[in-house]
């Protein structure tokens, strides 16, 4: 990856950001406080995201785009100038780009579901280009996680498209070639995720897409654990569609985004209807706005939205560049000290390069859930199950795994800890195993 080149914050830097995060920097003033490597589950938030959400809600707060009083207009303008801020941060070329849903799960239902309506008959002008049936194929990887399985295994079912997958290989993984040979004439979505949850592998977007785009399918990117750790460009990858979350980038639970091509949202019917969102309703029908506030019916989270903003602005002051090489300094760690334990079974490519911000393990001879009891014991907080992945651990012959995730605040001695605490648990439960 080309930010590797980037330097990566010292360990003085490191401390500068935790210190910007409440919940860290009162963790840093006591002895035996907590290792958190549970980012990709959710992130914690620097102080200033918490103050943008409470100034807002103290001092400016409004229902957006209703109504005509100037605190109106003042909170409209909080909220579009997060979506302009939020469309810079992911290389698209209009803040119209982009689409404020609850969560990454959200905004991927808004686009299988839309593509549903259209199937039903209820379109938008241009929504022929989503048309689905049999004869045609939604095409998705056996690693994803369920966010990005099941919208599409129920529009396949509803539209009477086949539904097929790209089968993972025994580290987790699966190749250009897989996609290639996957791909065909018949294939009119083609969903992935960019970092799998489970395996941190990243997948060669660009060229996939342009392997899709040769067949005429429509790509759809789960961004969720990739736009928090690097930088990314949706507009030079050339993805249609990509969905991530606030939550996971030190943003507001509540708030996730829909990235999509003018072209794309344009055509693309909302599946939820009702306040806002619509230029003429009659008892009989209704007509929408266009792409984004089409998608966005209701009332909205807007304190959520600004605080999003918030958090958008210190990504990109401690600059993602340089994130991605201090977290790839920390997953070289995992995964040098994950190889040198005989007992565990690293999920995912071997190759750090090949990875980014996690590391899960099967833990030989020990159920994850075990692992993590002892884990959180020593203090040291992961993510044990399935991660809502379970067909990629079924496929790996596992049921569950254990899960370190690391941010731009991880710290090597938590790295450490959790390399250790993993050894404490297999003498702990007699499963250690020699080279
Ligand atoms: C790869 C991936 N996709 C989708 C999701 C769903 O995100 P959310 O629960 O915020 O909707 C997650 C969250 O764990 C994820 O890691």
Redesign the pocket.
């Known amino acids: 990856m080309e930010t590797m080149s980037a330097r990566a914050f010292t360990p003085a830097e490191v401390a500068d950001l935790r210190a910007a995060f409440p919940y860290f920097a009162a963790q840093d003033q006591r002895e035996g406080a907590p290792a958190y490597l549970d980012s ?2 959710t992130s914690q938030r620097p102080a200033v995201v918490l103050d943008a959400e409470r100034q807002f809600l103290e001092t400016a707060n409004a229902a957006v785009h209703r109504g005509t009083s100037g605190a109106v207009g003042a909170a409209t303008e909080a909220f579009e100038g997060a979506r302009a801020a939020v469309a810079a941060f992911v290389g698209a070329e209009a803040p119209e780009q982009i689409v404020w849903a ?5 905004a ?1 239902n808004i686009v299988a579901l839309g593509i549903g309506e259209a199937n039903a008959g209820l379109g938008v002008a241009g929504s022929e280009r989503f048309a689905l049936g049999a004869g045609d194929e939604i095409l998705v990887t056996e690693a994803e ?1 369920h ?2 399985l099941i919208p599409w295994q129920r529009l396949a079912a509803k539209t009477g498209a086949s539904f097929r997958f790209i089968p993972v290989r025994e580290d987790g993984t699966w190749t250009l070639d897989d996609a290639r040979a996957a791909l065909n004439a018949r294939t009119r979505i083609f969903a992935f ?1 960019h ?3 489970a395996t941190g592998f990243v997948a060669p977007v660009a060229e996939l897409v342009e392997l899709a785009r040769a067949v005429g399918a429509i790509t759809v990117l ?1 961004a ?2 990739s736009v928090p750790h690097m930088p990314v460009d949706f507009a030079a990858l050339g993805v249609d569609f990509a ?1 991530f ?1 606030g ?2 980038m030190l943003g507001p639970n509540g708030i ?1 985004v829909l990235y999509g091509r003018p072209e794309m949202l344009d055509a693309l019917p909302p599946a939820r209807t009702g306040g806002s969102a619509i230029t003429r309703v009659t008892m009989e029908s209704a007509q929408f706005m266009p792409a984004p506030l089409r998608f966005e019916p209701g009332t909205q989270p807007v304190s959520q939205v600004v605080g999003l903003g918030a958090a958008v602005a210190f990504l990109t002051q401690a600059d993602m560049a340089r994130t991605a090489a201090r977290e790839h300094e920390l997953v070289e760690r995992l995964v040098a000290g994950i190889a040198e334990n005989p007992g565990l079974r690293l999920l995912g490519p071997a190759d750090p390069a090949r990875r980014v911000a996690l590391t899960a393990v099967s833990v030989e001879g020990i159920h994850a859930h075990d692992v993590g009891q002892f884990l959180d014991e020593q203090g040291v907080l992961v993510r044990v199950g399935h ?2 992945a379970q067909p990629l651990h079924r496929a790996l012959g596992i049921t569950s795994s254990t899960r370190a995730s690391v941010h731009l605040t991880t710290t090597a001695d938590e790295v450490d800890r959790f390399l250790d605490a993993l050894r404490g648990a297999q003498r702990y439960f007699g499963a250690e195993v020699s080279a």
């Open positions: 990709a589950a609850e969560n990454a799960t959200d991927l996680h966010a990005n995720a970092v799998s949850n789960d969720c654990q969905a979350s939550h996971k996730g991660h809502c």
